[in-house]
Nanobody, 128 residues
Framework: EVRLEEFGGGSAQAGGSLTVSCQAS????????LKWWRQVPGGECQYTAQ???????WISDSVKGRFTISLDRSTDTVHLQMTQLKPGDTAMYYC??????????????????????WGQGAQVTVSS
């Protein structure tokens, strides 16, 4: 069974740092893209970051220079390291992946995501 487990997040003051992590089971990050989404208060979903199978990384302009992605191969866990946090970063953070062999897809807080699996989400709250 393929699945994602998220952990981390929490609360921080503006300027602080937090990490949200996404551990894969049933597949490795060499065979799937990782997508980080966040759902801000009010419901808007924002595509935040991505790690492709070849290791290349894309970071949205809104968090570029503050957020980074790293991979721990020993645990198949990808970390979204967030620094210089702002109140606008407050959101529920979700990781999604597209490992091979999937059919269908989940209905997520960010809509229907065909051929993907999603983690359960991790809350990040940044106070001013």
């Amino acid at each position: 069974e393929v699945r994602l487990e998220e952990f981390g997040g929490g609360s921080a003051q503006a300027g602080g740092s937090l990490t949200v992590s996404c551990q894969a089971s049933g597949f490795t990050w060499d065979e799937a893209q990782l997508k980080w989404w966040r759902q801000v208060p009010g419901g808007e979903c924002q595509y935040t970051a991505q790690r492709r199978e070849d290791g290349s990384i894309w970071i949205s302009d809104s968090v570029k220079g503050r957020f980074t992605i790293s991979l721990d191969r020993s645990t198949d866990t990808v970390h979204l390291q967030m620094t210089q946090l702002k109140p606008g970063d407050t959101a529920m953070y979700y990781c999604g992946a597209d490992p091979p062999g999937l059919s269908g897809g989940p209905v997520t807080p960010c809509g229907y995501r065909p051929l993907e699996i999603w983690g359960q989400g991790a809350q990040v709250t940044v106070s001013s």
